[in-house]
């Protein structure tokens, strides 16, 4: 079983940068495939970005290529979404999640769930 506890959310002017971070516990956390999601208020949870086990590749939605970067350390247990030229329609819960292959992930099946964090871009 993999827990993950999301953190780094926040408030942030427009153009500005947040780096959020997803601290995993469990054995075999190195088998997970790892991404975001964001929900808005009135929205959809919808995909942002996922990284394959070894970090050999990355995935990410077109409102955020180029601005946003998920990382990943396997030695901490850690996963991150590096978020630069943030804007507020950027605005949303951000959740951590990790399930088996991109493909899934990319389709929202997902194994564990963070509790989310809050990020907030103002004009």
């Known amino acids: 079983q993999v827990q993950l506890v999301e953190s780094g959310g926040g408030l942030v002017q427009a153009g500005g940068s947040l780096r959020l971070s997803c601290a995993a516990s469990?054995?075999?956390?190195?088998?997970?495939?790892m991404g975001w999601f964001r929900q808005a208020p009135g929205k959809e949870r919808a995909v942002v970005t996922a990284?394959?086990?070894?970090?050999?590749?990355?995935w990410y939605a077109d409102s955020v290529k180029g601005r946003f970067t998920i990382s990943r350390d396997n030695a901490k247990n850690m996963v991150y979404l590096q978020m630069n030229s943030l804007k507020p329609e950027d605005t949303a819960v951000y959740y951590c999640?990790?399930?088996?292959?991109?493909?899934?992930?990319?389709?929202?099946?997902?194994?564990?769930w963070g509790q989310g964090t809050q990020v907030t871009v103002s004009s």
């Open positions: 999640a990790a399930t088996s292959t991109v493909a899934a992930l990319i389709r929202n099946v997902i194994n564990y």
């Open positions: 990284i394959g086990w070894s970090a050999d590749s990355t």
């Open positions: 469990g054995r075999t956390f190195t088998s997970y495939v």
